[in-house]
């Protein structure tokens, strides 16, 4: 995961992956993007005489995919605030004006992806993913809810069981804390991220309240968990770095 390009505001948008083939990169349509300020805000900058230095609103856009044969859209809107800025060349004494503005996107629609999603991964669970993504930019509680049900979906593909033995009973439904616990037996070294991904997911579902920092945490964590645990990437360089010690080890 680039944590870096994923900003709650943002001066342009950076070229993130095409949603829809993977291979290219979105693009800012610079002529569809609108920028709206309401009359409310209009009527405040004249109150408060701030009109010509600043303006806040609403925007809407489009970026568009740069794969030749693809060129999917993804709208993105959401608001925007804008800072005027007017200065004087130092040698000709001109003015220079310049505009900066910055993006909050609360919409970006087919989303796009924010991880690497393990081809292997079941399909209920890559649809869940896909709203996570969506969601990531509307509602933080809802998203880190999705990832959570994401992390029970790979369990039930890792065939770790939905019901079991629970103190005196025999065959009761677990929770994902449960199976979390079946699953270090099996696949050591993940139940802190799994676990840190089910409060964070309770989180969302209850109070509802999850910090942008704490959701990018969420997604790196979640990566890492699919590839390891469905790929065993780590495992199977371990095992290529062993084969060429075995190799060659012997004349170091
Ligand atoms: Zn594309």
């Not at 933080?140 to 005196?168: H, S, T, Y």
């Not at 109070?207 to 920092?213: I, P, S």
Request: hydrophobic residues 35%.
């Amino acid at each position: 995961m680039d944590r870096a390009i994923w900003r709650k505001s943002t001066g342009s948008f950076v070229r993130y992956n095409c949603p829809r083939c993977g291979k290219g990169k979105l693009k800012t349509k610079t002529d569809s993007f609108v920028r709206l300020e309401p009359t409310h805000v209009t009527h405040k900058l004249e109150a408060d005489e701030l009109r010509g230095e600043l303006s806040w609103g609403r925007f809407s856009g489009y970026l568009a995919c740069s794969a030749v044969g693809c060129g999917e859209l993804v709208v993105v809107a959401g608001d925007f605030e804008e800072h005027y800025h007017y200065q004087f060349d130092e040698d000709t004494g001109d003015p220079i004006e310049f505009t900066d503005t910055s993006y909050k996107p609360r919409i970006m629609h087919p989303a796009p992806p924010m991880i690497e999603v393990p081809k292997r991964l079941g399909k209920d669970a890559k649809e869940h993913m896909t709203r996570a993504f969506d969601l990531f930019w509307s509602d933080a509680g809802a998203c880190a809810n999705r990832m959570r049900i994401v992390v029970e979906l790979l369990l039930d593909q890792l065939e770790i069981a939905r019901r079991g033995p629970k103190g005196k009973r025999n065959n009761v439904r677990l929770d994902l804390s449960d199976r979390i616990d079946l699953l270090k037996d099996v696949r050591p070294g993940h139940d802190k991220a799994l676990t840190a991904l089910r409060i964070v997911g309770n989180t969302g579902s209850h109070e509802g309240v999850v910090e942008f920092e704490e959701l990018l945490d969420c997604f790196e964590l979640l990566e890492d968990a699919l590839i390891e645990l469905l790929e065993r990437r780590r495992e199977n360089l371990n095992a290529k770095a062993q084969r060429i010690i075995d190799r060659r080890g012997k004349n170091p």
